[in-house]
């Protein structure tokens, strides 16, 4: 069930035995529910022992109602309506400020002191809320208090709440969105939770496995982990499990024999080698990917500008489609073609009332080549007055309009079709790839639109995105100079042949290209 502020309710037996499990509940437990929606997790903790003190937190006064009724004739759960994320009573229980990102050396070792002997709680569970939308006065309210975090998400500042309130070697374990173990704006939380804490397990498995549902942008996770030293937590070595089928597979992990489905695939971690990966970011790979991933020497960044293009600030009233058969056109209206020009000016179309010029916008239909127009951006003179005055447009990375580059979609896709970009303007959905020495131009179209490209890109970020920052943080491995020209040549090649529609040659040139990246950097 989703509710207003954005909760999923815990609906599945398997996953909620499996996390109270993990908790190792005993008498006297202090537990902390952060957001208790109906009191899955409490009912299942009551089952393992009811010699514990629960309080249960939540910000819907309604659910609050519901859990008033359900424990009003049991003094071991308290039930309290509050944003957990501000709420007063934490902040006192709260050890300290682990997210904080520098501190002064007295208050370090204050900080160190009520760690090892401090926090509230012994056990901590939740499915806390993600995707919740946070008003600009909360939003500037919670970037004061969880300074240098990502504010716009809300699981990632529960989980750093809930570390503060948790007693040393105390146990957690949330259900969230697996996205804080790739993302880059959740790197600082990553090197927290690598020297604060022993992660004891991570399970990821599809969104799906609660009915009703479906995120498109990544999977769900479950992590478990016990506050800990950091001399101790860096060396510590944990296990990340996914490939489920089924939650009823999850319950397996607690099994003794450690039989599992071949299916599952099983990864191990130290700590402390996480923390010297780039953005301190986990790789799900096998040996060779992760080699080429932890450190390149060289990487994409390095031999191309990869940048975001032009957004209007208003798509629907500047864009136009050239057909409404093209895909995503729906709501768009379809350019009048006299009103259609060639410009390649950033001060736009001269001695118009209205004009637009082609906009690349969309993912292609083919690799290498786009075999048409199907999108149009006003670009007459006083609309780019308009858009450099207007505080929604955003006319960034200017200085690559029209230029020659290669384009790929922002948005995933099964296989990345990278094309020629050539005297258009490209749209922010695209990255934009531009060479600093052209002569790499058809070996970077090539490399792009390899599957080994694609392999590392899911790697380094298995979630819905191609931002730049990921894509120019790619290795670049270039061949000896034969093979170099060997791969210009056969682009050459295959660019005519896309030209002329001869698509049956032009994807059989593609598998020898292909097959030569591979050997290049496998």
Request: with cysteine.
């Amino acid at each position: 069930m989703k509710d207003l502020f954005c909760s999923y309710y815990t609906n599945s037996k398997d996953i909620t035995s499996y996390m109270v499990e993990k908790l190792h509940i005993v008498e006297k437990d202090r537990i902390l529910e952060p957001s208790a929606g109906e009191g899955i997790f409490i009912d299942k903790v009551l089952e393992k022992n009811r010699m514990v003190q629960i309080d249960a937190l939540d910000i819907n006064r309604e659910a609050i109602a519901v859990l008033k009724k359900k424990y009003e004739n049991n003094d071991a759960v308290v039930v309290r309506e509050t944003d957990t994320l501000l709420d007063e009573q934490l902040d006192a229980y709260s050890c300290s400020p682990l997210w904080l990102k520098e501190l002064n050396p007295l208050y370090e070792r204050q900080r160190d002191l009520i760690g090892d002997a401090g926090g509230h709680y012994s056990k901590i569970i939740g499915n806390p809320p993600y995707g919740a939308w946070q008003d600009y006065e909360k939003r500037n309210i919670l970037k004061h208090k969880f300074a240098g975090h990502y504010v716009k998400e809300t699981y990632s500042l529960f989980l750093l709440r809930c570390l503060s309130v948790l007693k040393s070697h105390g146990i957690l374990s949330f259900i969230i969105p697996d996205t804080y173990l790739f993302l880059n704006v959740y790197s600082r939380l990553r090197e927290i939770l690598f020297t604060n804490t022993k992660i004891d397990e991570i399970l990821i498995f599809p969104s799906k496995f609660f009915p009703g549902v479906r995120f498109r942008y990544s999977n769900l996770s479950i992590i478990t982990l016990a506050r800990w030293e950091k001399k101790e937590a860096v060396n510590h070595v944990f296990r990340v499990v996914q490939g489920f089928h089924s939650p009823s597979e999850i319950g397996m992990l607690l099994e003794k024999n450690n039989t599992f489905p071949k299916h599952l695939q099983v990864y191990h971690f130290k700590q402390k080698d996480i923390l010297n990966h780039e953005q301190c970011r986990i790789i799900l790979a096998d040996k060779k990917t992760l080699s080429l991933l932890s450190k390149p020497s060289k990487k994409l960044g390095d031999v191309a500008d990869v940048v975001t293009g032009f957004y209007t600030g208003d798509n629907l009233r500047f864009i136009r489609t050239a057909s409404k058969d093209v895909k995503g056109a729906k709501n768009y209206k379809v350019v009048e073609q006299d009103k259609v020009f060639h410009c390649t000016s950033l001060y736009g179309i001269s001695n118009v009332q209205e004009g637009y010029i082609p906009y690349i916008k969309s993912a292609s239909q083919r690799r290498y080549v786009r075999q048409k127009d199907e999108w149009f951006v006003r670009w007459d003179m006083k609309t780019i007055e308009f858009y450099n005055s207007n505080k929604k447009s955003r006319f960034q990375n200017s200085s690559f309009y029209f230029n020659t580059g290669i384009g790929i979609p922002m948005v995933k896709s099964r296989r990345i079709h990278a094309f020629l970009m050539s005297n258009h303007v490209f749209d922010q959905s695209i990255v934009g790839i531009f060479p600093k020495d052209t002569a790499k131009l058809y070996y970077l179209l090539a490399l792009m639109n390899s599957d080994v490209i694609n392999h590392l890109i899911y790697a380094v970020n298995p979630s819905a995105n191609n931002s730049a920052n990921y894509i120019k943080g790619l290795p670049y491995i270039e061949p000896d100079e034969n093979v170099f020209i060997q791969i210009n040549n056969k682009v050459q090649e295959l660019i005519d042949l896309e030209k002329v529609e001869n698509y049956e040659k032009a994807d059989d040139l593609h598998k020898e290209l292909n097959g030569m990246i591979e050997q290049i950097y496998f």
